[in-house]
C-alpha cells in the first residue's frame, strides 16, 4: 500500500496509528465516493455512445500476450465465483502483485460451467488442485523476483504484504478461466465487474478507455445505458472496498532484515504472503516449485 511503510509515514503517526498520508488518502476517499455518488449515469452513458463499443470477442484482454491482463477483484466477487464454480477462493485468486509474476492457477472444475453454456476443456487445460497443500505454488524463477520488486513491502519476518487480489492466471500469463481455443469465459455468467465494464473504467471521476479493438463500434442507448450503470457500481464498489482496506490496515514491523529472510525461505522452499484487503488479513501459505 502507498505510504503504508515509508520512514517519513512512520514518524508521522497519529494517534489512530495511521499516517498522516495515510489519513490524507483516507479522507481523499471519502471525498471521492460522496462525488461518485452523485455521477450522473446518463450523461456517462452519452459519454460512452461517443466513444463506441462492440466486443469483438478478440480475448484479447483475457490473454497476457496482449498486455496487462491482470484481473483485480475484491472478496464479495471472489465469494460469487466460489458459489458458482465450486472452487477455493485461493483456486480462484491470488495476491495481488506486480505484472511480472504469473501464478500457477491449479483451477481444476468449474462447477456447473456446462449449464450455464461456457464450456471448459477441464483435463487438457487445467491441472488437478493439490489437495494437500492449502496454498499456492510459483515458478521458482517468477519467486526470485518478487523480494526486489516488493522490498517495501516485506516486513521483519520475511513475509510479503499485498493489497487485494487479482484473478489466478495460467503458466502462460492468461486468465485461468479462460476457455483455451474458444475465447469463452468459463464464469461468464459471475465474472467480475472489471470484466464486465472493460475497456471502460473510472478514476477520479472521469471516464477512460483500455485499449481495445471493439472501441470505435457503434453502441445502443440501452447498451451504453447499462455500461454506465455497471460502471458506476464498479467504481463505487472499488473506492468503498479501498477505503475499508485503509481503515482496516495496521503498520507491520520492518527491520531491514525481512528481504533477506524473503529471499532465504525462498531457497528453502516456501514463504508467505499476508494479503490486506476489506475484511482483514489473510496469510497465504507460497510453496516454491522448480520452473519447467
Ligand atoms: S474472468 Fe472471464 S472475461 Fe474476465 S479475464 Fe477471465 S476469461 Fe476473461
Redesign the pocket.
Known amino acids: 500500500m502507498e505510504g503504508s511503510s515509508s520512514d517519513s509515514g512512520q514518524k508521522s503517526k497519529q494517534n489512530s496509528g495511521k499516517t498522516k498520508f495515510q489519513l490524507l488518502l483516507i479522507s481523499g476517499l471519502k471525498k471521492e465516493i460522496e462525488a461518485a455518488r452523485r455521477l450522473d449515469p446518463e450523461k456517462l452513458a452519452s459519454d460512452i455512445d461517443k466513444i463506441g463499443f462492440s466486443c469483438q470477442q478478440c480475448?484479447k484482454?483475457?490473454k497476457r500476450a496482449f498486455g496487462d491482463?491482470r484481473?483485480l477483484v475484491i472478496p464479495r466477487e471472489i465469494e460469487i465465483?466460489r458459489e458458482y464454480s465450486g472452487l477455493s477462493k485461493l483456486e480462484i485468486a491470488g495476491p495481488l502483485i506486480p505484472d511480472v509474476f504469473e501464478s500457477e492457477p491449479g483451477v481444476g472444475e468449474v462447477k456447473g460451467a456446462s449449464e450455464n453454456g461456457v464450456h471448459g476443456d477441464k483435463e487438457a487445460e487445467n491441472p488437478p488442485v493439490n489437495e494437500k497443500f492449502e496454498g499456492i505454488s510459483v515458478d521458482t524463477g517468477d519467486a526470485l523476483q518478487l523480494p526486489e520488486l516488493l522490498e517495501e513491502d516485506i516486513d521483519s519476518e520475511g513475509n510479503i504484504h499485498a493489497f487485494g487480489w487479482m484473478?489466478r492466471r495460467k503458466r502462460n500469463g492468461?486468465?485461468?478461466?479462460?476457455?483455451q481455443g474458444t475465447n469463452?469465459?468459463?464464469?461468464?455468467p459471475v465474472?467480475?465487474m472489471?470484466?464486465?465494464t472493460?475497456p471502460f473504467y473510472m478514476e477520479e471521476l472521469k471516464l477512460y478507455t483500455c485499449e481495445c479493438e471493439g472501441l470505435g463500434y457503434p453502441i445502443s442507448g440501452e447498451e451504453s445505458l447499462k455500461l454506465a450503470k455497471d460502471l458506476l457500481s464498479r467504481y463505487l464498489a472499488e473506492l468503498e472496498d479501498m477505503l475499508a482496506v485503509y481503515e482496516k490496515f495496521e503498520n507491520f514491523e520492518k527491520d531491514g532484515g525481512g528481504l533477506e529472510l524473503a529471499r532465504e525461505n525462498m531457497e528453502k522452499g516456501s514463504f508467505a504472503f499476508i494479503v490486506h484487503d476489506s475484511s482483514g488479513i489473510s496469510k497465504i501459505s507460497v510453496k516454491v516449485q522448480e520452473s519447467d
Do not use: A, K, M, Q
Not at 174 to 179: A, G, I, K, T
Not at 184 to 188: E, L, Q, V
Open positions: 480475448g484482454c483475457c491482463n484481473v465465483i484473478l492468461d486468465c485461468s478461466f479462460l476457455e469463452r469465459c468459463r464464469i461468464y465474472r467480475p472489471l470484466c464486465r472493460y
